[in-house]
T-cell receptor
Framework: AQSVSQHNHHVILSEAASLELGCNYS??????LFWYVQYPGQHLQLLLK??????LVKGIKGFEAEFIKSKFSFNLRKPSVQWSDTAEYFC??????????FGGGTRLMVKP | DGGITQSPKYLFRKEGQNVTLSCEQN?????MYWYRQDPGQGLRLIYY???????QKGDIAEGYSVSREKKESFPLTVTSAQKNPTAFYLC??????????????FGPGTRLTVL
């Protein structure tokens, strides 16, 4: 069965620090990759997605992610976080069956 | 204003009772999904439906049931057979197929607590 691992369950950063959240998946076939964000009290929303082409994907609010096929990874990055980035972040993989498998999530707290 | 609505926002249930969670979408999406969110476990798929009058079990369907009589609606019933029903339940919808445009959109969720 396909699985998605997010290694950091809780991350605490100060404003302006750089962020990298890890995501690794187990599926060996063609995958589509996603990062979702859940701000406190808000709906889960899409940050960015990778389908094909340039493995460096840019999303909303200055986030980007890099797909490294050889490492089965899709890490999320942001050069300088803000207090408003405090949220829970989920990595997800869509396989040939068109279903999403989510990682366990990473709670990010940014201290002002 | 297009989107997905879930009701109620908070739901309390006594042990042994069935309860139904509502999910409605006006995005004209064919596919709808139910997920369960538990701390540290991310979202796990309960049931999904690609078309009206058809639905499939997800990874954790035991103790749950669904129906899809209308395109807009995909209610989830948490039955008394579900051993650990206290959780946050999320409904989602999408267009069908694997196009890059077919992302899943999520509702605000229902927090179910069994007393």
């Amino acid at each position: 069965a396909q699985s998605v691992s997010q290694h950091n369950h809780h991350v605490i950063l100060s404003e302006a620090a750089s962020l990298e959240l890890g995501c690794n998946y187990s599926y060996g076939g063609t995958v589509n990759l996603f990062w979702y964000v859940q701000y406190p009290g808000q709906h889960l929303q899409l940050l960015l997605k990778y389908f094909s082409g340039d493995p460096l994907v840019k999303g909303i609010k200055g986030f980007e992610a890099e797909f490294i096929k050889s490492k089965f990874s899709f890490n999320l990055r942001k050069p300088s976080v803000q207090w408003s980035d405090t949220a829970e972040y989920f990595c997800a993989v869509r396989n040939a069956g068109n279903m999403l498998t989510f990682g366990g999530g990473t709670r990010l707290m940014v201290k002002p | 204003d297009g989107g997905i609505t879930q009701s109620p926002k908070y739901l309390f249930r006594k042990e042994g009772q069935n309860v139904t969670l509502s999910c409605e979408q006006n995005l004209n999406h064919d596919a709808m999904y139910w997920y369960r969110q538990d701390p540290g476990q991310g979202l796990r798929l309960i049931y999904y439906s690609q078309i009206v009058n058809d639905f499939q079990k997800g990874d954790i369907a035991e103790g749950y049931s669904v129906s899809r009589e209308k395109k807009e609606s995909f209610p989830l019933t948490v039955t008394s057979a579900q051993k650990n029903p206290t959780a946050f339940y999320l409904c989602a919808s999408s267009m069908r197929g694997r196009s890059s445009y077919n992302e899943q959109f999520f509702g605000p969720g229902t927090r179910l607590t069994v007393l």
